[in-house]
């Protein structure tokens, strides 16, 4: 069978694709910002800040130091809110 003939009682997949297109542009929809289901977790957002530092600082340190960062500064945060102002 050729594969650049239309198989039959079906599109190519040259139509169907157009088509698939043509409709998602009809839909008239904008896309907009998009935004996130839920909170970032504290501890992927100190775990990411220390790293982000740490390379622009040019050091490298294994993911268990970083974790272990991580631990630490949660740790002091707990402690500071845990006292009386």
């Known amino acids: ?8 009682g079906g599109l190519s997949a040259r139509e169907a694709a157009e088509r698939g297109e043509k409709a998602v ?11 996130a289901a839920q909170d970032a977790d504290p501890r992927a957002v100190l775990l990411d800040t220390i790293s982000t530092a740490l ?3 040019g050091y490298w340190l294994p993911a268990d130091g970083k974790q272990a960062i991580v631990a630490a500064v949660l740790a ?4 500071q809110s845990d006292t009386p102002a």
């Open 1 to 8: 069978m050729n594969p650049n003939s239309t198989p039959p």
């Open 25 to 35: 542009r009809d839909v008239g929809a904008t896309p907009g910002p998009q935004t």
């Open 55 to 57: 390379n622009a600082a």
């Open 76 to 79: 002091v945060q707990g402690e």
